[in-house]
């Protein structure tokens, strides 16, 4: 029991006894074997978890990243006076915009 207290990891005692003391301490393993398990399940389920929570707010900033960045590109476009690329930019950000689905649902034609 020290060793489980100490490490915190699964300790297995040698049982060579059939009495109760011999049931006390396959139970002691049984509970010890449990805990272990039950500690690396909810590390595991914690982490990924965690890794998904990550992989979504990835996708989520790639697309508005980029949409912003036209923005300024569209801004910059007309500051300067450059209708040609304010357009072009304007509408890849549309199409970029309806891809990520920001906008409704259907796109018209």
Same mark, same amino acid.
């Given at each position: /029991? ?13 049982? *060579? ?13 049984? /509970? ?22 990550? *992989? ?39 199409? /970029? ?13």
């Amino acid at each position: /029991m020290k060793k489980l207290d100490n490490n915190g990891k699964h300790t297995k005692i040698d049982v *060579k006894r059939n009495d109760e003391i011999g049931y006390l301490m396959k139970t002691f393993n049984t /509970m010890s074997y449990n805990i272990d398990y039950l500690v690396n399940v909810n590390y595991r389920e914690k982490l990924t978890r965690k890794e998904a929570q990550i *992989k979504a707010l990835q996708s989520q900033i790639n697309p508005h990243f980029i949409f912003n960045t036209l923005e300024n590109i569209n801004w910059l476009a007309q500051l300067n006076g450059i209708n040609e690329i304010s357009t072009t930019v304007t509408a890849l950000a549309n199409i /970029m915009e309806a891809s990520i689905c920001r906008g409704s649902k259907l796109v018209t034609l």
